[in-house]
């Protein structure tokens, strides 16, 4: 039988092959064409790690967030780890999230959406494609759902079988969030489930209790009066992931009985990294097609005209939710980078949600070799972030930011004040440097102070 030929593109013509057609940046390159080929074919059978149900339902929350009537988390590691894929390691990161947003909300007074950097953060965007050390040159290490991270040329090829592990891994993590949440624990009455085992004596975690200890007192009197209230038992939780390895949500991204598009199945919402947003290039092709709220990470040497390109293609409707604009400056540069593209989007009327990561624009290394962040530059971003949209009149509904639930010495600075020499004694991330409890806490109170609330 004859085959029809292939129907040649129109230049607007859209599918979730059609970034092939574009410069993809920051991919691995695979040796075997037909072993990527098997993978992604059996990928594009596995079962979806969300539904398009909730895809919907996060566009819609992210809407009102653009509104002002909701304030995005969205916070965990720079990279997970399929090592890392255990019971304390997820339930602990999930503990500092929940007290975080539980300061956010006692202090904002509104809603807080909740969105994981987890469940499928498994590729990286690298400064260079290769490492040498000793003489000796191998690919970089690009996430655990490329290569491995041990400086063996066996570890550092990129495996396609990898994109099924990921998969694996992202269920058993997603499987794992939700049966806490469903199970209870996440209920606002026992605040105590969210205790981290490891924090004694803490400054900030003492003033975390008096405030949980008042809430508890205006539930118990509330629920006296009107019964027990449905909200306060169960959270909403979302994830979240750089869309990196364009050949793994090629795979994910699906059709569905009862909504129109397409829908990336991986996450509810995908970003693009700041490395990948060229407006004619495979990333922003690839997302400009799905139906999910997307987010952008955008830098300091965006341009204004880039940057009202890049909505134009991504969101040409202005559909409410659709699109998520992720500052990310630095301290030294957001004085002077952010107020003219805030500025440019407000006078174009463009609809989107500004969302700052103080984390990614304040990374540096230190003379002992460690990729670190300082505390106060992170803490005077977000402040400077804060009162930068207020005097343009825009809208800071959000914060991003890297964070762990383990006892890790990462970020320099903060409540126990750590410096160079504290690197040494915990430092466990593989890539950027994360936020400890007290660290994210301190911001979380941060955030509710600079917005006129109370912690
Ligand atoms: C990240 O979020 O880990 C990251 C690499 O960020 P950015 O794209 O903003 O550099
Ligand atoms: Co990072």
């Not at 039988?1 to 593109?9: A, D, E, G, K, R």
């Not at 540096?364 to 670190?372: A, L, P, R």
Request: glycine share 8%; net charge neutral.
């Amino acid at each position: 039988m004859n085959h029809p030929s292939p129907t040649p593109l129109k230049p607007d013509a859209w599918a979730p092959d059609s970034w092939q057609q574009r410069v993809a940046l920051q991919q691995p390159v695979y040796e075997d064409a037909a072993e990527l080929a098997r993978a992604t074919t059996q990928l594009a059978q596995l079962p979806p790690l969300v539904t398009s149900w909730e895809v919907r339902a996060l566009k819609q929350a992210l809407a009102e967030a653009q509104e002002g009537q909701r304030f995005l988390l969205q916070g965990g590691d720079c990279a997970e780890s399929f090592v890392d894929c255990t019971s304390p390691i997820i339930s602990n990161r999930l503990k500092v999230l929940l007290q975080m947003s539980l300061v956010l909300v006692h202090g904002l007074k509104k809603p807080v959406l909740r969105v994981g950097r987890f469940a499928g953060q498994y590729a990286k965007p690298r400064s260079t494609d290769t490492e040498t050390r000793d003489g000796v040159t191998l690919p970089s290490f690009r996430g655990d759902v490329v290569n491995g991270p041990g400086f063996t040329a066996e570890a550092r090829r990129a495996d396609p079988q990898r994109l099924i592990q990921a998969h694996a891994h992202s269920a058993l993590t997603m499987n794992f969030v939700r049966a806490l949440i469903d199970g209870g624990f996440a209920d606002l009455h026992h605040p105590e489930y969210w205790d981290l085992a490891w924090v004694e004596h803490a400054p900030l975690a003492a003033e975390y209790r008096r405030m949980v200890a008042g809430i508890g007192d205006s539930l118990r009197f509330m629920e006296t009066l009107a019964g027990p209230i449905a909200g306060f038992t169960r959270v909403d939780f979302f994830t979240s992931h750089e869309a990196l390895l364009l050949h793994y949500e090629q795979a994910m991204t699906r059709q569905v009985p009862r909504h129109q598009g397409w829908f990336n199945l991986s996450t509810q919402f995908p970003w693009i990294g700041m490395r990948t947003a060229a407006l004619d290039g495979a990333h922003t092709e690839y997302f400009r097609g799905i139906s999910n709220p997307i987010a952008v990470k955008v830098g300091p040497t965006a341009k204004s005209d880039d940057l009202l390109r890049l909505i134009d293609v991504l969101n040409p409707s202005d559909e409410p939710g659709r699109l998520t604009l992720i500052h990310r400056m630095g301290n030294a540069q957001i004085a002077t980078a952010l107020p003219t593209l805030l500025e440019a989007v407000k006078r174009a009327g463009r609809r989107v949600l500004w969302v700052a990561d103080p984390m990614h624009g304040n990374t540096e290394s230190t003379s002992n070799g460690y990729k670190t962040r300082r505390f106060d530059n992170i803490r005077g971003e977000l402040d400077q972030a804060f009162d930068i949209h207020a005097a343009a009149g825009t809208r800071l509904g959000g914060v991003h930011l890297e964070l762990t639930g383990e006892d890790v010495t990462e970020c320099m600075g903060g409540a126990r004040d750590l410096n160079e020499a504290d690197l040494n004694r915990a430092y466990k991330s593989m890539v950027d440097p994360r936020l400890n409890y007290e660290q994210s806490l301190e911001l979380a109170m941060l955030i509710v102070r600079k917005s006129g609330g109370m912690a």
